[in-house]
């Protein structure tokens, strides 16, 4: 059994921060949050100085698009992403043109992530194709060319498209980033997208990981989503964020798991655990420090700060274990 004795929160270094690269900060837009909350909570964020908002289109909750054109609607500067849309709910001429009119009404403002969405949802519908990837690569290339303005034909296995244009092109098109999680799909976001979304939990040694297989050009974006927790008591911050931390070493978070040091250990301990919440109440402290941004303000900055130094463009802040609004507060002290 892993040594369940709590370990001391790494305090940084006194310029640790500076000698990082620069690091956007967003916050993620909670899936169950209120409906008469969500443009506040929006508000807010853009208020409190966050450079990005995330929503997310999980199935059963509420639509990417709809989400994101509402929020810009409702702010002024803060970038927002969709992450992720699975690219098989929609055909690829019909999504362009919702992409497009997000990036026409609010130009420099928009981020699309796309991905093959959870199997089990997209069996759900009725959507999961025979051939993910392929998927996945004919519809970022007919996006790319549909979105720069050009007339696109193309007679693939899954994208078929007849003279296909946008008759207004935004000038300045939405980034194209990919939600990857395994070495072919962070290939295809190398290739052929502006960035790469990372789900979480992202630590530098997954980044390493995921970053060897992307092989990214210059100007390739690298978004991770972390659950997080901002507390001067660290015990409370890691309380918190527990709970959301329950799915980690179930099967498809196996590679975000594989690179750490406790990869093994983590393993035998979710196995010879009844149920999800004895596992994460056994779960040492120092596993909940690596996993998630925990701690007081400056911890979490260094943090962040670590994830810059291994490549990541943009930290997005998941909140854990309190009300969301009393998260965003939070989190405005590592802003």
Do not use: K
Request: net charge negative; hydrophobic share 50%; aromatic share 6%.
């Amino acid at each position: 059994m892993p040594d369940a004795t709590p370990a001391p929160v790494p305090a940084p270094g006194p310029d640790q921060a500076e000698h990082a690269p620069a690091v956007s900060v967003g916050v993620m837009l909670p899936r169950d949050l209120p409906a008469g909350e969500v443009l506040a909570f929006a508000r807010r964020a853009e208020e409190l100085g966050f450079a990005e908002l995330w929503v997310v289109e999980d199935l059963g909750f509420r639509g990417g698009i709809a989400q994101a054109a509402a929020v810009l609607a409702a702010t002024e500067r803060i970038r927002v992403g969709i992450g992720l849309l699975p690219t098989a709910a929609r055909n690829v001429g019909f999504a362009a043109m919702e992409m497009n009119t997000l990036a026409e009404l609010f130009p420099g403002r928009v981020d699309v992530g796309l991905g093959h969405g959870l199997p089990g949802w997209m069996r759900q519908v009725g959507a999961w194709p025979a051939s993910p990837l392929t998927l996945l690569s004919e519809e970022l290339d007919a996006l790319r060319g549909l979105l720069r303005g050009e007339s696109v034909s193309v007679e693939g296995r899954y994208v078929r498209l007849r003279d296909v244009r946008l008759e207004s092109p935004a000038p300045q098109p939405p980034s194209l980033l990919v939600g990857a999680r395994r070495p072919r799909t962070h290939r295809i976001a190398g290739e052929l997208a502006d960035g790469t979304v990372l789900a979480e939990p992202v630590t530098p040694e997954y980044v390493a990981v995921a970053l060897g297989h992307t092989q990214p050009p210059a100007g390739h974006r690298v978004v991770a989503y972390d659950v997080a927790a901002v507390h001067d008591d660290a015990a409370v911050a890691r309380h918190r964020a527990r709970p959301a931390l329950e799915w980690i070493g179930e099967p498809d978070w196996s590679v975000h798991i594989e690179p750490l040091p406790f990869a093994r250990e983590l393993a035998e301990l979710r196995a010879s655990c009844a149920d999800r919440a004895e596992f994460t109440r056994r779960m040492p402290d120092a596993w909940v420090d690596r996993l998630a941004l925990v701690g007081p303000a400056d911890v979490v900055r260094a943090r962040i700060a670590e994830l810059g130094r291994a490549g990541v463009t943009s930290v997005v802040l998941m909140a854990a274990g309190v009300d969301a609004r009393d998260a965003l507060e939070s989190f405005a002290a590592v802003v």
